[in-house]
């Protein structure tokens, strides 16, 4: 059986899990995690409630270098309650890297709070296709030092009509970046997008009776 231990996580960061009664890996957690490591693009297949939050996030926060302020990984979702949710999951575990700030970025939420945060520096965002445009556009939101990249839930961005949004945000990403893509479905749409956008991509299946 495969351990959090054996994926290479580190212990500060095993400690945060187990403190959230996460102590084995899911299977999409241990197929991922090992690519995603390495810096290879990969495109995972997994049903919803299989862990996929995890499995992109504990390789980024490994990454992410804390003494650099600009935004180094930036995570897309479909909706606001999904850019929560990781938000939160991910603030929970960057207790565990001093100095390691993480900035939703989304619609309806106040932007003055936004722009303060990230004028403060913010090493990760996690934020809405709209909302993410929007800091773009105004300056307050720069890329160039992003080098990991997450398509959250890609059938829904794509399904919602975000296609456009999500194109011009990824021509503004540096092209020496890692590329992820979860979806729980590969309609053509996403695999147009995994081809025009990714590099060489793993392709990591998990089928439905592993769960
Ligand atoms: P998905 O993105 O695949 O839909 P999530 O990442 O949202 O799934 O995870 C679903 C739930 O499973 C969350 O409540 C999360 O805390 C929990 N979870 C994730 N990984 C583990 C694990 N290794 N052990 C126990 N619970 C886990
Ligand atoms: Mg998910």
């Known amino acids: 059986m495969t351990t959090f231990e054996n994926l290479n996580v580190s212990p500060i960061l095993l400690r945060k899990l187990q403190g959230q009664g996460i102590v084995?890996?899911?299977?999409?957690?241990?197929?991922?995690?090992?690519?995603?490591?390495?810096?290879?693009?990969?495109?995972?297949?997994?049903?919803?409630?299989?862990?996929?939050?995890?499995?992109?996030?504990?390789?980024?926060?490994?990454?992410?270098?804390?003494?650099?302020?600009?935004?180094?990984?930036?995570?897309?979702?479909?909706t606001r309650e999904l850019a929560i949710q990781i938000t939160a999951e991910a603030r929970k575990l960057a207790e565990a890297r001093e100095g390691l700030s993480v900035l939703a970025a989304y619609g309806g939420q106040?932007?003055?709070?936004?722009?303060?945060?990230?004028?403060?520096?913010?090493?990760?965002?996690?934020?809405?296709?709209?909302?993410?445009?929007?800091?773009?556009?105004?300056?307050?939101?720069?890329?160039?030092?992003?080098?990991?990249?997450?398509?959250?839930?890609?059938?829904?961005?794509?399904?919602?009509?975000?296609l456009a949004e999500v194109e011009e945000i990824i021509s503004l990403v540096p092209r020496s970046r890692q590329t992820m893509l979860f979806s729980a479905t590969m309609p053509d749409n996403v695999k147009r997008l995994a081809k025009t956008y990714m590099d060489k991509p793993r392709d990591i299946r998990i089928a439905e009776t592993s769960r």
């Open 24 to 78: 084995t890996p899911t299977p999409v957690q241990a197929a991922a995690i090992p690519v995603l490591q390495s810096g290879e693009d990969a495109i995972v297949q997994a049903q919803t409630g299989t862990g996929k939050t995890l499995a992109f996030l504990l390789p980024i926060l490994e990454k992410i270098r804390p003494d650099r302020t600009e935004a180094q990984a930036l995570i897309i979702t479909p």
């Open 110 to 162: 106040d932007v003055e709070r936004q722009l303060r945060k990230l004028k403060n520096g913010t090493q990760l965002v996690i934020g809405t296709p709209g909302r993410l445009l929007d800091h773009l556009r105004r300056g307050s939101l720069k890329l160039g030092a992003v080098r990991m990249l997450v398509l959250d839930e890609a059938d829904q961005m794509l399904h919602m009509g975000f």
